[in-house]
């Protein structure tokens, strides 16, 4: 069975913009949540979603935003790019709430 | 908050050598999860503990959960190459898995 793909691997913006990353979860998994790694950091939690429903926010400003399909994909929104949003962004999905399996990330640098 | 202190922050071993790392939560552990992490590459889930006491064991790394010291430990016996990257411990201090909360990681390298 395929596992979560991420889509682009790497992307490069400039402070301003905006950018869409796309998740697939594992086939039958229901619930999303998306990370973001700082360079030398633990991941830190950002969104979770569950049958298309926000079930949890991080601590992070309003240009983050996110969404989830009914075939359960999800998207993460970011406006107005900072430097500090150039990060390793995760997606991870799960069943239900138990253990999550993450995908391999997507890199954004911004310049 | 929770927060997760992870100990050491990096590691290197001679290959065949034992070693154990530490993570140690500010609050209660409902959950521990156990990653790990090549440089710049998703996480691969290893183990997860729920219950005090717990101990889990997959090829030569063992895991083990002390409730009361709100602490976590991953011990590696006779260490590979394979095994070098970096190890990420998660909680779910909100009682779910998946909103988690990690530690900084600890970075091994084995050496030959």
Redesign the interface.
Known sequence: DAG?TQSPTHLIKTRGQHVTLRCSPISGHK?V?W?QQVL??????IF?Y?EKEE??R?NFPDRFSARQFPNYSSELNVNALLLGDSA?Y?C?S?FD?????????T?LTVL | SQELEQSPQSLIVQEGKNLTINCTSSKTLYGLYWYKQKYGEGLIFLMMLQKGGEEKSHEKITAKLDEKKQQSSLHITASQPSHAGIYLCGADGAGTASKLTFGTGTRLQVTL
């Open positions: 979560v619930s949540s990370y030398g950091q633990g991941p830190q939690f979770q569950y079930r949890g991080g390793l995760l991870a799960s709430a138990d253990t999550q399996y993450f995908g391999p990330g890199r």
